[in-house]
């Protein structure tokens, strides 16, 4: 069993940033592939970014390519997004998630055998 737990989230005015953070027990943490997604109100929850087990390959949605990034840190069992020039369309709840089952990483929710409760972003305008 994989326990994911997000920190970081607040809110924050147009063009300032966050630090979403995600620590996950378990001892095969660094088998993992992490990803982020966000759920906007009255909107399906959409991918966001996701890392490869080593770090070294990265997948981004357009909407955040540029502004965010994703890393992990294997030695703490956590996963870090960091969102830079932040916009009102990025306010969501923001979801770290883990998979098993792929090796890649993959916009593709239902790869995502494990999900955190999330954390609030909220972007003022």
């Known amino acids: 069993q994989v326990q994911l737990v997000e920190s970081g989230g607040g809110l924050v005015q147009a063009g300032g940033s966050l630090r979403l953070s995600c620590a996950a027990s378990?001892?095969?943490?660094?088998?993992?592939?992490m990803g982020w997604f966000r759920q906007a109100p009255g909107k399906e929850r959409e991918f966001v970014a996701a890392?490869?087990?080593?770090?070294?390959?990265?997948y981004y949605a357009d909407s955040v390519k540029g502004r965010f990034t994703i890393s992990r840190d294997n030695a703490k069992n956590t996963v870090y997004l960091q969102m830079n020039s932040l916009k009102p369309e990025d306010t969501a709840v923001y979801y770290c998630?883990?998979?098993?089952?792929?090796?890649?990483?993959?916009?593709?929710?239902?790869?995502?055998?494990?999900w955190g409760q999330g954390t609030q972003v909220t972007v003022s305008s």
């Open positions: 998630a883990a998979s098993l089952s792929t090796g890649w990483p993959t916009a593709q929710s239902n790869e995502y055998q494990y």
């Open positions: 378990g001892r095969t943490f660094s088998s993992y592939v």
């Open positions: 890392i490869r087990w080593n770090g070294v390959r990265t």
